[in-house]
Structures are given as structure tokens and as C-alpha cells.
């Protein structure tokens, strides 16, 4: 786990970043154990995974929820008897007709992919820090701009 403070000096934000060693679908374990050693409620938590219902590199900022099938979101609500956490989910995609879920998600990017994934990354970060020092309204109304969009067609 690492400590520090983002964002512009008149609107520094303290913030922990730790990336779990269980198992995935354990998650909530450490999740609990890092929220306990910081003195933090499961309102102060953001997680960022992955999400095979969205299209490869699309981002998706969400206040709570449901774990939408995702195994690791779902340990960290029953550990944390709470969906009041927020979500950045990065989107992956589906696999091809008759490749397990399991096994593609554990699969290496192909390069294409990689590259996309990259650039979703760096806007992660960017949406990361604008929820951190200006709130989760103005990262969902600036990062989540791809929901509108379809919503309009």
C-alpha cells in the first residue's frame, strides 16, 4: 500500500492506493484489512476493475451498485456489508463465441488491445484524481461522457 496527496495545491487530496495479493474473488479480505488500517468507511473507497459487459477501453465511473457479475466486486460488498464504495470500471470487452470468461480475462492483451488499454489507462488516472479532489458528480459528468453519446443516438 502507498500513501501520498494529488491534485492542485490549493485542493490536495490524501489518498492510499493498494492492489490486493488474494485471489481476486477474495478481494474483500485485504479491501477490509487496508479500510481498518486507515480508519476509512467503505464511502471513502473507489475500486477500479475490469468489466467484460463494456467495450474494450471504455471507462465507467459509478457511486455504488451492484457487483454485475464481477467476482471481486461482489467479496468486497459481503466483506464490507455495503455497496456504497465507488467503481471506476474499465471495460475489456466480451471474448469470441465459445471462449471461457475465465480464461480471457487471464489471457495477455493481443497488441491492438494493449494499445487501447493504455490510453483507457491514462484517462483512468485523470478520472481517479478528478473524483479524489473534485468529487464523483464531476468525474461521472466529465469521464462517463460515452453514456451520453449513446443515449443521443
Known amino acids: 500500500m502507498g500513501t501520498g ?10 489518498v492510499a492506493l493498494a492492489i490486493p495479493l488474494t485471489w481476486m474473488n477474495q478481494s474483500g479480505t485485504a479491501v477490509v484489512e487496508v479500510l481498518a488500517r486507515l ?3 467503505p464511502q471513502d473507497l473507489t475500486v477500479v476493475h475490469d468489466d467484460l459487459d463494456m467495450e474494450l477501453g471504455r471507462l465507467r465511473l459509478k457511486r455504488s451498485g451492484g457487483a454485475g457479475g ?3 466486486a461482489a467479496s468486497i460488498m459481503t466483506e464490507l456489508a455495503s455497496d456504497q464504495f465507488c467503481r471506476l470500471k474499465i471495460g475489456i470487452g466480451r471474448p469470441a463465441p465459445g471462449t471461457d470468461s475465465v480464461d480471457y480475462v487471464l489471457e495477455p492483451f493481443t ?3 494493449a494499445s487501447v488499454i493504455e490510453t483507457s489507462i491514462e484517462q483512468a488516472v ?3 484524481e478528478c473524483l479524489m479532489v473534485e ?5 461521472m459528468n466529465k469521464f462517463n461522457v460515452h453514456d451520453k453519446q449513446e443515449g443521443d443516438k
Do not use: F, Q, T
Not at 5 to 14: E, V
Not at 135 to 139: E, L, R, T
Open 135 to 139: 468529487g464523483i458528480d464531476a468525474a
Open 111 to 113: 497488441k491492438d488491445d
Open 126 to 128: 485523470l478520472a481517479l
Open 39 to 41: 480508519g476509512g468507511v
Open 5 to 14: 496527496r494529488i491534485g492542485p495545491s490549493d485542493k490536495l487530496a490524501d
Open 70 to 72: 464481477h467476482n471481486g
